[in-house]
Protein backbone atom coordinates (compact mmCIF):
# COMPACT_ATOMS: atom_id res chain seq x y z
CA UNK A 1 0.00 0.00 0.00
CA UNK A 2 3.01 2.48 0.84
CA UNK A 3 4.65 1.57 -2.32
CA UNK A 4 2.01 2.77 -4.15
CA UNK A 5 1.52 6.05 -2.59
CA UNK A 6 5.03 6.73 -3.00
CA UNK A 7 4.35 6.15 -6.51
CA UNK A 8 1.65 8.41 -6.38
CA UNK A 9 3.34 11.14 -4.76
CA UNK A 10 6.58 10.50 -6.99
CA UNK A 11 4.07 11.04 -10.25
CA UNK A 12 3.14 14.57 -8.87
CA UNK A 13 6.98 15.37 -8.09
CA UNK A 14 8.30 14.32 -10.88
CA UNK A 15 5.10 15.54 -13.95
CA UNK A 16 4.16 19.14 -12.32
CA UNK A 17 7.11 21.20 -12.69
CA UNK A 18 5.56 23.29 -9.83
CA UNK A 19 5.84 20.49 -7.47
CA UNK A 20 7.69 21.17 -4.04
CA UNK A 21 8.96 18.26 -1.80
CA UNK A 22 7.49 14.84 -1.70
CA UNK A 23 6.61 15.86 1.85
CA UNK A 24 4.94 19.45 0.59
CA UNK A 25 2.89 17.33 -2.27
CA UNK A 26 1.47 14.79 0.44
CA UNK A 27 0.26 17.61 2.13
CA UNK A 28 -0.97 20.05 -0.11
CA UNK A 29 -1.98 18.26 -3.72
CA UNK A 30 -5.94 18.18 -3.55
CA UNK A 31 -5.78 15.61 -6.62
CA UNK A 32 -3.46 13.43 -4.69
CA UNK A 33 -6.05 13.28 -2.01
CA UNK A 34 -8.98 12.50 -3.92
CA UNK A 35 -6.61 9.45 -5.61
CA UNK A 36 -5.48 8.52 -1.98
CA UNK A 37 -9.17 8.47 -0.49
CA UNK A 38 -9.88 6.78 -3.68
CA UNK A 39 -8.10 3.52 -2.84
CA UNK A 40 -10.31 2.75 0.42
CA UNK A 41 -13.28 3.92 -1.42
CA UNK A 42 -12.59 1.26 -3.87
CA UNK A 43 -12.05 -1.44 -1.27
CA UNK A 44 -15.41 -0.63 0.62
CA UNK A 45 -17.43 -0.81 -2.96
CA UNK A 46 -16.04 -4.22 -4.02
CA UNK A 47 -16.76 -5.54 -0.56
CA UNK A 48 -20.10 -4.93 -0.38
CA UNK A 49 -20.22 -1.26 1.79
CA UNK A 50 -21.69 0.65 -1.58
CA UNK A 51 -23.51 3.13 0.42
CA UNK A 52 -19.88 3.76 2.75
CA UNK A 53 -17.61 3.75 -0.36
CA UNK A 54 -20.18 6.62 -2.06
CA UNK A 55 -20.26 8.64 0.77
CA UNK A 56 -16.69 8.43 1.27
CA UNK A 57 -16.31 9.37 -2.21
CA UNK A 58 -18.72 12.42 -2.08
CA UNK A 59 -17.05 13.77 0.78
CA UNK A 60 -13.74 13.94 -1.22
CA UNK A 61 -15.37 15.41 -4.07
CA UNK A 62 -16.11 18.14 -1.74
CA UNK A 63 -13.03 18.18 -0.21
CA UNK A 64 -10.84 17.94 -3.40
CA UNK A 65 -13.79 19.13 -6.16
CA UNK A 66 -12.50 15.83 -7.98
CA UNK A 67 -15.21 13.22 -8.33
CA UNK A 68 -14.50 9.62 -8.57
CA UNK A 69 -16.54 7.01 -8.40
CA UNK A 70 -15.40 4.34 -5.97
CA UNK A 71 -16.01 1.40 -8.80
CA UNK A 72 -13.64 3.37 -11.19
CA UNK A 73 -10.46 1.62 -11.89
CA UNK A 74 -7.53 3.92 -11.87
CA UNK A 75 -4.18 2.64 -11.87
CA UNK A 76 -0.53 3.84 -10.16
CA UNK A 77 1.38 6.99 -10.20
CA UNK A 78 -1.58 9.13 -11.57
CA UNK A 79 -1.55 12.68 -11.85
CA UNK A 80 -4.60 14.67 -11.06
CA UNK A 81 -3.19 17.92 -11.96
CA UNK A 82 -5.03 20.58 -9.94
CA UNK A 83 -7.73 18.93 -8.96
CA UNK A 84 -11.07 20.44 -9.22
CA UNK A 85 -14.15 19.57 -11.90
CA UNK A 86 -12.94 16.08 -12.50
CA UNK A 87 -15.40 13.53 -12.97
CA UNK A 88 -14.43 10.01 -13.30
CA UNK A 89 -17.70 8.26 -14.56
CA UNK A 90 -18.50 3.88 -12.80
CA UNK A 91 -16.75 2.15 -15.25
CA UNK A 92 -13.88 4.27 -16.29
CA UNK A 93 -10.28 2.62 -15.91
CA UNK A 94 -7.04 4.54 -15.90
CA UNK A 95 -3.99 2.96 -16.14
CA UNK A 96 -0.49 3.38 -14.45
CA UNK A 97 1.04 7.12 -15.10
CA UNK A 98 -1.70 9.03 -16.44
CA UNK A 99 -1.94 12.30 -16.06
CA UNK A 100 -5.55 14.33 -15.93
CA UNK A 101 -5.79 17.93 -15.35
CA UNK A 102 -8.21 20.10 -14.18
CA UNK A 103 -11.73 20.17 -15.46
CA UNK A 104 -11.89 16.69 -17.20
CA UNK A 105 -14.75 14.39 -17.36
CA UNK A 106 -13.78 10.81 -17.92
CA UNK A 107 -18.01 10.19 -18.74
CA UNK A 108 -20.62 8.58 -20.32
CA UNK A 109 -22.98 9.82 -23.05
CA UNK A 110 -25.98 8.78 -21.88
CA UNK A 111 -26.65 6.44 -24.53
CA UNK A 112 -24.92 3.14 -23.18
CA UNK A 113 -26.01 0.66 -20.21
CA UNK A 114 -22.92 -1.20 -18.74
CA UNK A 115 -19.76 -0.17 -19.54
CA UNK A 116 -20.51 3.52 -20.62
CA UNK A 117 -17.60 5.28 -19.48
CA UNK A 118 -13.64 5.54 -21.27
CA UNK A 119 -10.37 2.78 -20.56
CA UNK A 120 -7.15 5.19 -20.35
CA UNK A 121 -4.53 2.54 -21.02
CA UNK A 122 -0.77 4.00 -19.73
CA UNK A 123 0.74 6.97 -19.87
CA UNK A 124 -2.25 8.57 -21.87
CA UNK A 125 -2.33 12.89 -21.09
CA UNK A 126 -5.63 14.47 -20.69
CA UNK A 127 -5.51 18.21 -21.60
CA UNK A 128 -7.89 20.57 -18.74
CA UNK A 129 -11.12 21.04 -19.74
CA UNK A 130 -11.03 18.23 -22.01
CA UNK A 131 -14.51 15.39 -22.43
CA UNK A 132 -14.16 11.85 -22.64
CA UNK A 133 -17.08 10.22 -23.37
CA UNK A 134 -17.86 6.55 -23.90
CA UNK A 135 -17.22 3.59 -23.91
CA UNK A 136 -14.20 2.84 -25.82
CA UNK A 137 -10.14 2.96 -25.25
CA UNK A 138 -7.74 5.74 -25.32
CA UNK A 139 -4.34 4.30 -26.64
CA UNK A 140 -1.05 3.89 -24.51
CA UNK A 141 1.19 6.95 -24.37
CA UNK A 142 -2.11 9.19 -26.60
CA UNK A 143 -2.59 12.68 -25.81
CA UNK A 144 -5.88 14.61 -25.63
CA UNK A 145 -5.41 18.55 -26.09
CA UNK A 146 -7.07 20.98 -24.04
CA UNK A 147 -11.00 21.48 -24.30
CA UNK A 148 -11.69 18.14 -26.58
CA UNK A 149 -14.22 16.43 -26.65
CA UNK A 150 -13.32 13.06 -27.60
CA UNK A 151 -16.26 10.92 -28.81
CA UNK A 152 -14.29 8.09 -30.31
CA UNK A 153 -11.43 5.60 -29.76
CA UNK A 154 -8.07 7.00 -29.82
CA UNK A 155 -5.06 4.89 -31.40
CA UNK A 156 -2.00 4.86 -28.90
CA UNK A 157 1.04 7.38 -29.24
CA UNK A 158 -1.43 10.25 -31.42
CA UNK A 159 -2.81 13.66 -30.71
CA UNK A 160 -6.17 14.14 -30.57
CA UNK A 161 -7.53 17.82 -30.44
CA UNK A 162 -10.95 20.06 -30.97
CA UNK A 163 -14.70 19.37 -30.97
CA UNK A 164 -15.48 16.77 -31.96
CA UNK A 165 -11.79 15.34 -31.33
CA UNK A 166 -9.78 14.41 -34.60
CA UNK A 167 -6.30 12.49 -34.56
CA UNK A 168 -3.55 15.15 -35.39
CA UNK A 169 -0.09 13.78 -34.95
CA UNK A 170 0.13 9.71 -34.56
CA UNK A 171 3.88 8.54 -34.04
CA UNK A 172 5.26 12.10 -33.78
CA UNK A 173 3.62 12.20 -37.48
CA UNK A 174 1.13 14.85 -38.99
CA UNK A 175 -1.83 13.19 -39.90
CA UNK A 176 -3.72 15.32 -42.95
CA UNK A 177 -6.93 16.68 -42.30
CA UNK A 178 -9.91 15.59 -44.49
CA UNK A 179 -9.94 19.45 -44.82
CA UNK A 180 -7.07 19.87 -45.89
CA UNK A 181 -8.02 17.56 -49.20
CA UNK A 182 -9.20 19.15 -52.27
CA UNK A 183 -12.68 19.12 -52.61
CA UNK A 184 -13.34 21.63 -55.28
CA UNK A 185 -11.38 20.14 -58.35
CA UNK A 186 -12.90 16.56 -58.09
CA UNK A 187 -14.18 14.80 -61.30
CA UNK A 188 -17.21 15.20 -62.57
CA UNK A 189 -19.46 11.79 -62.59
CA UNK A 190 -21.86 12.51 -65.50
CA UNK A 191 -19.00 13.98 -67.75
CA UNK A 192 -17.06 10.74 -67.35
CA UNK A 193 -19.99 8.68 -68.07
CA UNK A 194 -20.65 10.86 -71.36
CA UNK A 195 -17.36 10.07 -72.09
CA UNK A 196 -17.46 6.81 -71.68
CA UNK A 197 -20.79 6.44 -74.26
CA UNK A 198 -18.48 8.08 -76.86
CA UNK A 199 -15.68 5.86 -76.62
CA UNK A 200 -18.29 3.03 -76.96
CA UNK A 201 -20.43 4.89 -79.94
CA UNK A 202 -17.04 4.83 -81.64
CA UNK A 203 -16.52 1.31 -81.24
CA UNK A 204 -19.70 0.19 -82.36
CA UNK A 205 -18.84 2.43 -85.40
CA UNK A 206 -15.71 0.35 -86.20
CA UNK A 207 -16.95 -2.74 -85.51
CA UNK A 208 -19.83 -1.95 -88.05
CA UNK A 209 -17.84 -0.95 -90.73
CA UNK A 210 -15.68 -4.54 -90.01
CA UNK A 211 -18.66 -6.38 -89.90
CA UNK A 212 -19.82 -4.59 -93.52
CA UNK A 213 -16.64 -5.40 -94.70
CA UNK A 214 -16.61 -8.54 -94.36
CA UNK A 215 -20.33 -9.59 -95.50
CA UNK A 216 -19.60 -7.71 -98.45
CA UNK A 217 -16.12 -9.79 -99.27
CA UNK A 218 -18.40 -12.86 -98.27
CA UNK A 219 -20.62 -12.40 -101.30
CA UNK A 220 -18.16 -11.88 -103.74
CA UNK A 221 -19.51 -8.24 -104.00
CA UNK A 222 -15.83 -6.44 -103.85
CA UNK A 223 -14.44 -4.61 -100.45
CA UNK A 224 -14.49 -1.06 -99.12
CA UNK A 225 -11.62 -0.18 -100.94
CA UNK A 226 -13.10 -0.96 -104.33
CA UNK A 227 -16.30 0.57 -103.57
CA UNK A 228 -18.37 -2.26 -102.98
CA UNK A 229 -20.02 -3.41 -99.67
CA UNK A 230 -20.94 -0.63 -98.32
CA UNK A 231 -22.39 2.57 -99.69
CA UNK A 232 -19.31 4.92 -100.28
CA UNK A 233 -20.79 7.46 -97.85
CA UNK A 234 -20.84 5.81 -94.88
CA UNK A 235 -18.10 6.80 -92.77
CA UNK A 236 -17.27 5.73 -89.34
CA UNK A 237 -18.43 9.22 -88.29
CA UNK A 238 -22.04 9.00 -89.92
C1 LIG B 1 -2.28 18.51 -27.34
C2 LIG B 1 -1.02 18.79 -26.52
C3 LIG B 1 -0.87 17.70 -25.46
C4 LIG B 1 0.20 18.83 -27.41
O1 LIG B 1 0.40 17.59 -28.02
P1 LIG B 1 1.47 17.42 -29.22
O2 LIG B 1 1.41 16.01 -29.68
O3 LIG B 1 2.79 17.92 -28.75
O4 LIG B 1 0.84 18.31 -30.34
P2 LIG B 1 1.34 19.70 -30.99
O5 LIG B 1 1.67 20.71 -29.94
O6 LIG B 1 2.37 19.34 -32.00
O7 LIG B 1 -0.01 20.18 -31.71
C5 LIG B 1 -0.60 19.43 -32.75
C6 LIG B 1 -1.63 20.30 -33.43
O8 LIG B 1 -2.75 20.45 -32.56
C7 LIG B 1 -2.99 21.83 -32.28
N1 LIG B 1 -3.38 21.92 -30.87
C8 LIG B 1 -2.63 21.71 -29.79
N2 LIG B 1 -3.37 21.85 -28.68
C9 LIG B 1 -4.62 22.15 -29.08
C10 LIG B 1 -5.83 22.43 -28.39
N3 LIG B 1 -5.90 22.39 -27.06
N4 LIG B 1 -6.94 22.67 -29.10
C11 LIG B 1 -6.89 22.72 -30.46
N5 LIG B 1 -5.77 22.47 -31.18
C12 LIG B 1 -4.65 22.20 -30.48
C13 LIG B 1 -1.68 22.52 -32.56
O9 LIG B 1 -1.87 23.87 -32.90
C14 LIG B 1 -1.14 21.71 -33.72
O10 LIG B 1 -1.79 22.13 -34.91
P3 LIG B 1 -1.04 22.06 -36.36
O11 LIG B 1 -0.90 20.59 -36.68
O12 LIG B 1 -1.98 22.75 -37.28
O13 LIG B 1 0.28 22.71 -36.18
C15 LIG B 1 -1.11 20.18 -25.83
O14 LIG B 1 -1.32 21.19 -26.80
C16 LIG B 1 -2.24 20.27 -24.81
O15 LIG B 1 -3.38 20.60 -25.11
N6 LIG B 1 -1.85 19.93 -23.53
C17 LIG B 1 -2.74 20.01 -22.42
C18 LIG B 1 -2.02 20.78 -21.35
C19 LIG B 1 -2.95 21.31 -20.29
O16 LIG B 1 -4.11 21.03 -20.23
N7 LIG B 1 -2.36 22.08 -19.41
C20 LIG B 1 -3.07 22.66 -18.31
C21 LIG B 1 -2.03 23.11 -17.33
S1 LIG B 1 -2.75 23.96 -16.01
Known sequence: MFSGLKKDIYAVRDRDPAA??????????????AIMWHRPAYWLWNHGFKFTARALSQIVRFCTGVEIHPAAKIG????IDHGSGVVIGETAEVGD????????????TGKETGKR????????????????????????????????????AIPEYST?????????????????????LDQVHIPDP???????????????????????TEASLV???????DGGGIPSDFTADS
Not at 76 to 79: A, M, P, Q
Not at 219 to 225: A, I, P
Open 20 to 33: PSAFKVLLLYSGLH
Open 76 to 79: RGVL
Open 97 to 108: NCTIYQGVTLGG
Open 117 to 152: HPTLMNNVIVGAGAKVLGPFTVGEGAKIAANAVVLN
Open 160 to 180: AVGVPARVVRQHGKKVVPAEK
Open 190 to 212: VSQEICKLYMEIDRLKEELVEMK
Open 219 to 225: KGRGTVE
